[in-house]
């Protein structure tokens, strides 16, 4: 039947049935893959391919290198803002890196003195291989410190037991997918609050970008089709203070959106905010920008309360006093105890600075914080005292230690 002929036959039972016409379109209209984006070096600028090889450990090229710092601990954007600057472009033997206060930096596979490397992406530990000491020294410039940036070899020997599957360094998952009509709906609900903000998909970092759908239709997807390859769609994605850091300027939203107008309609029950869905290959092959996506298996979408239209009324600013292990500066009862000591010039040990990791967890001494419950905090912890630095935010004078 051809696309006039359907157009004619469900005018006729929409006109029967009083359907809108758009909706009942976007019933028989296939999603198309409208972006395929990797990103060479973890946190840095994508760059949107035409086309992609697709294996079990995510998109060619796609976060095979990683900067780190000695100890082989990952380095990110969300520490490390100025990482979003750092643009790429693909060569057939590496790839060019480049910095707007740098010298252009040639990463060749060749150079690559491929030492053994432990390294750590969250909790898992793995090998990973050593590049170069020019490679080293241009992103010590950039991050401020001694680094090193790490490639994965040919093969990541990161193997993820919970999805059967290798990974690149990725966060946990070799994909990431997010429709654009998803982002659409993010922004119409920022305009309807008075913002002249609009979001860029740069900000969330997809592999797979998606159009032609209803605002979230991926969350109901479960395996799907494009081009050569299926795919499962494992879990939603966690989002971090990383959506919120501008992909142009590095700088960090002051409201906290994205984040803020998410959790008013995309937060769990724990406070998880969700955008996009991670998703694993089942087999390997080529995709490209166009392909019909094709869904092949569904499944009941996650419930998220939509909280958008309830008032909260802003709670006054009000200065107070806070000790970190004997530290004492003046803060006050609106921003995270993270971001306050960062201001005040004391450094607290962080990773993910979204309440994922634990490693600015503290104990709670004396004085009142606002604690959300996030996954870093094991259950009975905060009624111990537990509180993240990243995510807790002091409503009273507060003496803690770490």
Same mark, same amino acid.
């Given at each position: 039947?051809?696309?006039?002929?359907?157009?004619?036959?469900?005018?006729?039972?929409?006109?029967? $049935?009083?359907?809108?016409?758009?909706?009942?379109?976007?019933?028989?209209?296939?999603?198309?893959?409208?972006?395929?984006?990797?990103?060479?070096?973890?946190?840095?600028?994508?760059?949107?391919?035409?086309?992609?090889?697709?294996?079990?450990?995510? $998109?060619?090229?796609?976060?095979?290198?990683?900067?780190?710092?000695?100890?082989?601990?990952?380095?990110?954007?969300?520490?490390?803002?100025?990482?979003?600057?750092?643009?790429?472009?693909?060569?057939?033997?590496?790839?060019?890196? !480049?910095?707007?206060?740098?010298?252009?930096?040639?990463?060749?596979?060749?150079?690559?003195?491929?030492?053994?490397?432990?390294?750590?992406?969250?909790?898992?530990?793995?090998?990973?291989?050593?590049?170069?000491?020019?490679?080293?020294?241009?992103?010590?410039?950039?991050?401020?410190?001694?680094?090193?940036? $790490?490639?994965?070899?040919?093969?990541?020997?990161?193997?993820?037991?919970?999805?059967?599957?290798?990974?690149?360094?990725?966060?946990?998952?070799?994909?990431?997918?997010?429709?654009?009509?998803?982002?659409?709906?993010?922004?119409?609900?920022?305009?309807?609050?008075?913002?002249?903000?609009?979001?860029?998909?740069?900000?969330?970092?997809?592999?797979?970008?998606?159009?032609?759908?209803?605002?979230?239709?991926?969350?109901?997807?479960?395996?799907?089709?494009?081009?050569?390859?299926?795919?499962?769609?494992?879990?939603?994605?966690?989002?971090?203070?990383?959506?919120?850091?501008?992909?142009?300027?590095?700088?960090?939203?002051?409201?906290?959106?994205? $984040?803020?107008?998410?959790?008013?309609?995309?937060?769990?029950?724990?406070?998880?905010?969700?955008?996009?869905?991670?998703?694993?290959?089942?087999?390997?092959?080529?995709?490209?920008?166009?392909?019909?996506?094709?869904?092949?298996? !569904?499944?009941?979408?996650?419930?998220?309360?939509?909280?958008?239209?309830?008032?909260?009324?802003?709670?006054?600013?009000?200065?107070?006093?806070?000790?970190?292990?004997?530290?004492?500066?003046?803060?006050?009862?609106?921003?995270?105890?993270?971001?306050?000591?960062?201001?005040?010039?004391?450094?607290?040990?962080?990773?993910?600075?979204?309440?994922?990791?634990?490693?600015?967890?503290?104990?709670?001494?004396?004085?009142?914080?606002?604690?959300?419950?996030?996954?870093?905090?094991?259950?009975?912890?905060?009624?111990?005292?537990?509180?993240?630095?990243?995510?807790?935010?002091?409503?009273?004078?507060?003496?803690?230690?770490?």
């Amino acid at each position: 039947m051809s696309k006039a002929e359907l157009e004619r036959k469900l005018a006729k039972i929409e006109a029967t $049935l009083g359907f809108d016409d758009k909706d009942g379109l976007d019933e028989y209209t296939p999603a198309l893959l409208s972006q395929i984006n990797v990103y060479p070096v973890k946190s840095i600028t994508g760059i949107e391919l035409s086309s992609s090889w697709v294996e079990k450990q995510g $998109l060619s090229f796609d976060r095979r290198f990683m900067v780190a710092d000695m100890n082989g601990r990952m380095i990110t954007a969300r520490e490390n803002n100025q990482m979003v600057r750092v643009k790429s472009a693909l060569q057939s033997n590496g790839l060019v890196l !480049t910095y707007p206060e740098a010298k252009p930096l040639h990463v060749k596979f060749t150079d690559c003195s491929m030492a053994e490397v432990t390294c750590q992406v969250w909790g898992d530990e793995f090998q990973a291989y050593a590049t170069s000491e020019e490679a080293n020294q241009w992103f010590s410039f950039i991050i401020g410190k001694k680094v090193q940036l $790490l490639f994965t070899g040919e093969q990541s020997n990161r193997q993820r037991e919970k999805i059967q599957t290798n990974v690149s360094f990725a966060d946990g998952y070799p994909l990431l997918l997010i429709s654009q009509a998803s982002l659409d709906e993010l922004n119409q609900r920022c305009l309807d609050k008075g913002s002249t903000v609009q979001h860029s998909m740069a900000q969330f970092r997809p592999n797979i970008v998606v159009s032609d759908t209803k605002a979230f239709a991926e969350d109901g997807w479960k395996r799907i089709r494009i081009g050569e390859v299926e795919f499962e769609i494992v879990k939603s994605c966690m989002r971090c203070v990383l959506t919120t850091v501008n992909p142009k300027t590095a700088m960090r939203s002051e409201q906290n959106e994205p $984040l803020k107008t998410l959790s008013t309609f995309r937060a769990d029950e724990e406070g998880g905010i969700y955008f996009g869905q991670n998703v694993i290959a089942k087999n390997e092959g080529m995709i490209r920008a166009g392909d019909v996506v094709e869904v092949l298996e !569904t499944k009941e979408k996650q419930f998220y309360q939509d909280t958008s239209e309830d008032v909260i009324e802003a709670e006054p600013v009000k200065s107070i006093m806070i000790s970190i292990d004997g530290n004492l500066f003046e803060g006050d009862n609106q921003s995270t105890l993270l971001e306050q000591a960062e201001k005040a010039g004391f450094a607290i040990a962080n990773s993910c600075r979204s309440g994922f990791c634990g490693t600015c967890k503290m104990t709670l001494e004396s004085g009142k914080v606002d604690q959300p419950d996030m996954p870093a905090l094991f259950p009975g912890e905060i009624d111990e005292g537990k509180v993240l630095a990243c995510c807790c935010v002091p409503k009273s004078d507060v003496e803690l230690v770490s």
